[in-house]
RNA sequence: GCGGGUGUAGUACAACGGUUAGUAUGCGAGUUUUCCAAACUCGAGACGGGAGUUCGAUUCUCCCCACCCGCACCA
């Protein structure tokens, strides 16, 4: 457990420009979290990071990018239709859920006896939906509302429109259908395995990347950003001969580990967990989560699952395709079968908050100061004059800014308040360097240096402007 | 979804059935300032929404909305 308090990463990812709670200013909206300068950066930078690793880094892996909005058909290949669209009642007593319309008496709990203990059947379906096509609004009008499920049968939408108690059926025109917002991404690029493979030929084992959004219909999100109903996923499926699953697993465990190095994240404080068979789903083999010591506890970050040729099969089940691959040496084709790497942007970033969250004091004065890796540091340098009013002061500095901005890029300008101020400013959203230019940049032995001040130890050196991109 | 709680400025708090809703901090501008949140001046900024009671509601009542905490859910 992280000594961390996770409000005080809400309060200053607020106040400093981080993350804001989704729809703000309309006083929120459960689950969704919007991000500010800052924390887009930061984000960009983790999966930035993330990209260059896996991707360009790597051998055999290639990157895809598919769309949020999927055939139905994909959701029902893979079992999320079938699993999640029934409606569900729940008993008062007992707290246990039927499928409303397989119970054969609707008013008693087949389980606890009792009588008139359910409630209004609901549909247990985390995923989202809207429409694609035409929908006839005339009829809808009126403020009624209108229901809609998936008719499994025709793939199409049956609606009704409930007003008062009367229930009225209708249908919605033919070129209407009911679609999901995709709930995880890892279906995006198994539908594109073939499409890849007959393209561009890649020699087994291969990994295909994503990164994208997914949408849940959490009951209940919570704690900060680490569940959320509008989330990021960075996921590679990694196609391996059903022989090699083993090593490759093994090697994965090893990526993962480096990746978290690669965050900033104190190895002590993350964990893996081999996740027993009753846990796992049941096509994966062997899973192992990696959990990481968060301030709400010790939670999943990242999962490694091996998913058999389970998630191919289907696809090749329901769309009657091979999803078979042919090796180039000639040898018996064969499905492969999948190791997933499965990571959380949103969790990503939150650990790494977490981790670089310090606390030291200043002068009898409490310091708050990101130790983030000047990797990912939404602010790389801060340029500073020591003071404002001097315009040759100013000048200087800027041209100094003008010089780093051009060179690294995410570069600040900070002249408010006082320059211990700043400095502090710069603590809280954890840029590495500061460059202060003084009196001594202009004159004297000490001119064209500038000071570089280190955010952890809040130690100053004197540099040479020609020698200040080396040295930071 | 159930139970409980809370909604006043970016944040943290205050007050009040009745003049212009106050304080701190933060924020912006300026003066000043030769290295770690100094000082001074000026400025911007809030009663979640809707009904009701009342001469009058930010304050009381009800409804809605949102958020927080527990439970449940988490393929």
């Given at each position: 457990m992280s000594d961390v308090k996770l409000e005080d990463i809400v309060s200053l990812a607020k106040r400093r420009g981080f993350i804001y709670p989704g729809s703000d200013v309309y006083g929120g909206l459960a689950g969704t979290w919007d991000y500010g300068p800052l924390g887009v950066a930061l984000k960009r930078n983790i999966m930035n990071l993330w990209w260059k690793m896996f991707?360009?880094?790597?051998?055999?892996m290639y990157g895809v990018d598919a769309a949020i909005l999927m055939n139905q058909k994909v959701w029902q290949a893979s079992g999320h239709v079938d699993t999640f669209t029934d409606p569900l009642v729940e008993c008062s007593n007992c707290h246990n859920r039927f499928r409303a319309d397989k119970l054969d008496n609707p008013d008693k709990c087949p389980v606890c006896g009792k009588e008139h203990t359910f409630g209004e059947p609901r549909a247990f379906n985390m995923m989202f939906k809207t429409y694609i096509g035409p929908v006839d609004e005339t009829k809808v009008a009126g403020g009624a509302t209108m229901i809609s499920d998936l008719n499994t049968q025709t793939g199409k939408a049956d609606s009704r429109i409930t007003e008062t108690n009367e229930t009225v059926k209708y249908s919605l025109s033919d070129d209407t259908s009911l679609v999901y917002l995709?709930?995880?991404?890892?279906q995006g690029i198994f539908t594109n395995f073939k499409n890849v493979v007959d393209s561009f030929y890649p020699d087994l084992p291969f990994g295909l990347a994503q990164q994208g959004k997914a949408f849940r219909n959490e009951i209940s999100p919570r704690d900060f950003i680490f569940r959320s109903r509008e989330f990021e996923q960075m996921e590679i499926e990694y196609f391996v001969h059903p022989d090699q699953w083993e090593t490759v697993f093994e090697d994965w465990i090893k990526r993962v580990h480096l990746w978290c190095d690669a965050l900033g994240l104190p190895a002590e404080s993350v964990h893996e967990l081999e996740v027993p068979e009753a846990d796992r789903a049941h096509y994966s083999k062997r899973t192992v989560d990696f959990e990481f010591d968060f301030p709400i506890g010790r939670e999943e970050l990242l999962g490694l699952a091996y998913r058999t040729d389970f998630d191919l099969m289907n696809i090749q089940r329901a769309s009657g395709k091979s999803m078979e691959y042919r090796p180039k040496d000639g040898s018996k084709p064969f499905v492969p079968h999948v190791i997933e790497p499965s990571f959380g942007v949103e969790r990503a970033l939150m650990a790494v908050l977490s981790a670089a969250y310090k606390e030291d004091e200043q002068n009898g004065e409490k310091r708050i100061y990101l130790a983030l890796p000047a990797h990912l540091a939404p602010v790389k340098v801060a340029v500073l004059p020591?003071?404002?009013?001097?315009p040759e002061l100013v000048a200087k500095a800027r041209e100094v800014y003008d010089m780093l901005k051009k060179e690294i890029g995410n570069v600040m300008w900070v002249d408010t308040g006082n320059i211990g101020k700043n400095y502090r400013k710069m603590d809280e959203i954890g840029t590495p360097y500061c460059v202060t230019v003084d009196f001594e940049t202009l004159e004297g032995d000490t001119a064209g240096t500038v000071t570089v001040r280190n955010r952890d130890t809040t130690e100053q050196t004197r540099v040479k402007i020609e020698d200040l991109i080396e040295s930071i």
């Open positions: 991707v360009d880094e790597a051998d055999n995709r709930p995880e991404t890892a020591l003071v404002k009013n001097k």
